[in-house]
């Protein structure tokens, strides 16, 4: 028998991954390139009947590769109930008030926002202002930031207090 969802929390914890990503599209046909091998801190790949699409470090794609280069990665720290209900409208809401296009992610233990460079600061500030908390990877903070430094539109140093995801 089936378990009643859970209706995700208020407020979720979200960490800017330090390396960029890029979205990769490639023909159904093709086999799973080789580079996708060398990605270390992001790799995922889906074989659908129109499409291969991968998304990795941006730093393995090859330069011919027909990419979007540039996107950010926020996870949701996790790992997370398979039956949690809400988790990307609690996010994607406050982000498309602010037209923040996004590209959604989820896996066994998370769920991951793809947001591109350019859209960072106002992702972070439409995140924040709807109560979530979003931190800089420790290789990523902004100058002078420490890891558990809070990030925000105005890059507080604001102290974080867990909670549930």
Do not use: K
């Amino acid at each position: 028998m089936a378990r009643p969802p859970l209706v995700s929390p208020r407020t979720l914890s979200l960490t800017v991954l330090a390396e960029p990503v890029a979205l990769c599209r490639l023909s159904p046909s093709e086999p799973v390139p080789a580079w996708t091998a060398e990605a270390r801190e992001f790799l995922t790949v889906s074989r659908t009947p129109t499409e291969l699409s991968i998304v990795a470090d941006e730093s393995v794609v090859p330069p011919a590769a027909d990419a979007q280069r540039g996107y950010r990665v926020l996870r949701v720290e996790g790992p997370l109930p398979l039956e949690l209900v809400g988790v990307f409208a609690a996010m994607a809401g406050p982000l498309a008030a602010m037209n923040v296009p996004i590209f959604p992610i989820a896996t066994y233990d998370t769920d991951y926002l793809l947001v591109h460079d350019a859209m960072l600061e106002r992702a972070i500030a439409a995140l924040t202002s709807a109560g979530h908390v979003v931190r800089y990877a420790a290789t990523d903070a902004p100058s002078g930031a420490e890891r558990d430094e809070v990030a925000s539109g105005s890059r507080t140093g604001a102290s974080h207090q867990d909670s549930p995801a």
